[in-house]
């Protein structure tokens, strides 16, 4: 047995060759690394709890709170007590850490909110763009193998920023916790002013947020939102993917990954450490490095032996880091290597190169970019003042991270005078009879042919 071996750390982070092969954009993004769970592979079972929800409400939610929580539930609204009793609690350098993380996240959040629009299209012909805030948010903050409370602040704050009006946060009970969420969970909510807080995890959270759940013997209703927010396993993803069409969702955030450009000028423990910290997230986590450099890859991968060995989540990272979903993409240089992060779309993505300002201004698809050896991925999970619910999975091509336009819509407002909508009439009338529907030029001529 040697030495790799010995310490439990992985010895095959897998290599993917792309170096003297221009593959076309539809097999360069069939040959990302991905996750062997896939949504296909959850959508019968979470299918099955929103019908469950749907049809028994909490009765429902308590046997599967037995069933995968394993706690007894009867009615999973948190205590105003407990959540007063867990801020007062809370280690002051976790509060102190949780406020500096608000403070900074607000600051940016108040910034994202866009203006109102109002332009005079001619004389009398006004149209205006009025955002507004929906009237109700449910916010899912997981649980299973780390506890967040930066979550909460991540979902929360934009919220409040966009001016909603009744939010609702959710995440597991835990056994250890007497069926409440973790006591840090709570702090974090009680310090942002949420009082509505509920002991429910993964699908049947978003079942209950997206078609509420009627008030009965069992206690008080859970109102149905507009929206639901937050991340989670590919369950929870999954049933955001569900009930879309219900409510809006922010993005089908799933299992956390991180995807790192990097050239020769790059540090191997930073690069190391950095795929280190998102694959303790969970054993599908995805870690992926991109370089033209074998140099620095063969450096990171003897980094990731000393680092493996020695972090607390040993176990965990391994497998994350063994996985078909991680490893080493070998590209010809920097400019295919930034087709190949445009290809994988990462959650994260880290430019560790000699000019990475310039290079992170060219990425189209990510969720968040982090510039330089002194941004990393952990200083966006708590205190970098951005979002870290992210899209994953490759949605990042279409799908943006949490922020405040997620918590408005945007309605357009006509006004017209007279002399406004006749200058158009007719062309309204023109239009209208080249699609064969003559009644709604009708509607603008009836408004001159009466005196």
Same mark, same amino acid.
């Given at each position: 047995?040697?030495?790799?071996?010995?310490?439990?750390?992985?010895?095959?982070?897998?290599?993917?060759?792309?170096?003297?092969?221009? =593959?076309?954009?539809?097999? *360069?993004?069939?040959?990302? =690394?991905?996750?062997?769970?896939?949504?296909?592979? !959850?959508?019968?079972?979470? $299918?099955?709890?929103?019908?469950?929800?749907?049809?028994?409400?909490?009765?429902?939610?308590?046997?599967?709170?037995?069933?995968?929580?394993?706690?007894?539930?009867?009615? =999973?609204?948190?205590?105003?007590?407990?959540?007063?009793?867990?801020?007062?609690?809370?280690?002051?350098?976790?509060?102190?850490?949780?406020?500096?993380?608000?403070?900074?996240?607000?600051?940016?959040?108040?910034?994202?909110?866009?203006?109102?629009?109002?332009?005079?299209?001619?004389?009398?012909?006004?149209?205006?763009?009025?955002?507004?805030?929906?009237?109700?948010?449910?916010?899912?903050?997981?649980?299973?193998?780390?506890?967040?409370?930066?979550?909460?602040?991540?979902?929360?704050?934009?919220?409040?920023?966009?001016?909603?009006?009744?939010?609702?946060?959710?995440?597991?009970?835990?056994?250890?916790?007497?069926? *409440?969420?973790?006591?840090?969970?709570?702090?974090? !909510?009680?310090?942002?002013?949420?009082?509505?807080?509920?002991?429910?995890?993964?699908?049947?959270?978003?079942?209950?947020?997206?078609?509420?759940?009627?008030?009965?013997?069992?206690?008080?209703?859970?109102?149905?939102?507009?929206?639901?927010?937050?991340?989670?396993?590919?369950?929870?993803?999954?049933?955001?993917?569900?009930?879309?069409?219900?409510?809006?969702?922010?993005? $089908?955030?799933?299992?956390?990954?991180?995807?790192?450009?990097?050239?020769?000028?790059?540090?191997?423990?930073?690069?190391?450490?950095?795929?280190?910290?998102?694959? $303790?997230?969970?054993?599908?986590?995805?870690?992926?490095?991109?370089?033209?450099?074998?140099?620095?890859?063969?450096?990171?991968?003897?980094?990731?032996?000393?680092?493996?060995?020695?972090?607390?989540?040993?176990?965990?990272?391994?497998?994350?880091?063994?996985?078909?979903?991680?490893?080493?993409? *070998?590209?010809?240089?920097?400019?295919?290597?930034?087709?190949?992060?445009?290809?994988?779309?990462? $959650?994260?993505?880290?430019?560790?190169?000699?000019?990475?300002?310039?290079?992170?201004?060219?990425?189209?698809?990510? %969720?968040?970019?982090?510039?330089?050896?002194?941004?990393?991925?952990?200083?966006?999970?708590?205190?970098?003042?951005?979002?870290?619910? *992210?899209?994953?999975?490759?949605?990042?091509?279409?799908?943006?991270?949490?922020?405040?336009?997620?918590?408005?819509?945007?309605?357009?407002?006509?006004?017209?005078?007279?002399?406004?909508?006749?200058?158009?009439? %007719?062309?309204?009338?023109?239009?209208?009879?080249?699609?064969?529907?003559?009644?709604?030029?009708?509607?603008?001529?009836?408004?001159?042919?009466?005196?």
């Amino acid at each position: 047995m040697n030495a790799e071996t010995a310490a439990g750390i992985p010895v095959d982070f897998p290599t993917l060759d792309l170096r003297g092969r221009h =593959p076309g954009p539809a097999e *360069l993004k069939a040959a990302m =690394p991905r996750a062997e769970t896939t949504f296909d592979v !959850a959508t019968g079972a979470v $299918e099955a709890i929103i019908k469950d929800v749907r049809v028994r409400g909490f009765e429902a939610l308590g046997e599967l709170a037995a069933r995968f929580d394993g706690v007894a539930q009867e009615h =999973p609204l948190v205590p105003a007590g407990a959540l007063d009793e867990a801020l007062e609690s809370l280690d002051p350098a976790v509060r102190a850490g949780l406020e500096e993380s608000i403070a900074r996240a607000r600051a940016f959040a108040a910034a994202q909110k866009p203006a109102d629009a109002a332009v005079e299209i001619a004389a009398g012909a006004v149209v205006r763009h009025k955002w507004v805030p929906v009237a109700r948010v449910g916010l899912y903050v997981p649980g299973g193998l780390a506890v967040y409370p930066s979550s909460v602040v991540m979902n929360v704050v934009p919220a409040q920023a966009a001016g909603v009006g009744s939010l609702a946060l959710a995440s597991p009970p835990q056994k250890e916790f007497g069926g *409440l969420p973790h006591p840090t969970i709570l702090a974090a !909510a009680r310090l942002l002013g949420i009082d509505e807080v509920y002991a429910i995890g993964g699908a049947q959270a978003v079942a209950a947020f997206a078609y509420g759940i009627p008030a009965g013997e069992a206690g008080p209703a859970l109102e149905p939102v507009d929206v639901v927010t937050g991340p989670g396993n590919v369950y929870v993803a999954t049933a955001k993917r569900l009930v879309k069409s219900v409510v809006g969702i922010d993005a $089908e955030a799933g299992t956390t990954e991180i995807a790192i450009l990097a050239d020769d000028s790059a540090v191997p423990a930073y690069v190391a450490a950095d795929l280190v910290s998102q694959a $303790e997230h969970d054993p599908h986590a995805a870690s992926v490095l991109i370089t033209p450099s074998v140099a620095l890859a063969d450096a990171v991968r003897a980094e990731l032996v000393r680092q493996v060995a020695a972090t607390k989540h040993t176990d965990r990272v391994r497998q994350a880091l063994s996985g078909p979903q991680s490893g080493v993409i *070998l590209v010809d240089d920097l400019e295919q290597g930034l087709q190949v992060c445009d290809a994988y779309a990462a $959650e994260h993505l880290e430019i560790q190169t000699a000019n990475a300002a310039e290079l992170a201004g060219r990425v189209r698809n990510a %969720g968040a970019v982090f510039v330089g050896d002194y941004s990393p991925v952990s200083l966006g999970d708590y205190c970098a003042g951005s979002n870290h619910v *992210l899209p994953t999975s490759g949605t990042a091509t279409f799908a943006s991270g949490l922020n405040v336009t997620t918590f408005l819509r945007a309605i357009q407002v006509v006004d017209y005078s007279r002399e406004a909508l006749a200058e158009v009439s %007719g062309h309204i009338v023109a239009l209208s009879r080249a699609e064969d529907l003559p009644a709604h030029g009708d509607a603008v001529s009836v408004r001159f042919s009466q005196g």
